[in-house]
């Protein structure tokens, strides 16, 4: 896997997530203060980036107005994808 910061606009969140605001509000916090200390994990498949966990943080930056994230790509077939969606 490798770290790479990607345009929050170019992350599919392709299932409804649920977040605590509280636990928003906190990261915003820590966000603005420190940057971002735990990257979030997004599949590469075939050149897209799809994020199912990190919602919290994803959050964060939208209601921060970020433009990118730091995430950890890791590739995966278009199978592993659909494991996922599953």
């Known amino acids: 896997m490798k770290i790479k910061t990607i345009r929050l606009n170019q992350i599919r969140r392709p299932l409804p997530r649920q977040t605590d605001p509280e636990k928003v509000a906190t990261l915003m916090e820590s966000i603005a203060k ?3 200390k735990e990257p979030i994990d997004v599949l590469e498949v075939e050149g897209k980036y799809y994020g199912f966990s990190g919602c919290h943080r994803f959050e ?3 209601r921060l107005k970020k433009e ?3 995430c950890r790509v890791r590739r995966a077939p278009r199978s592993v994808l659909q494991r996922h969606l599953a």
């Open 68 to 70: 990118t994230i730091k």
């Open 34 to 36: 420190e940057g971002l």
């Open 60 to 62: 964060a930056h939208q």
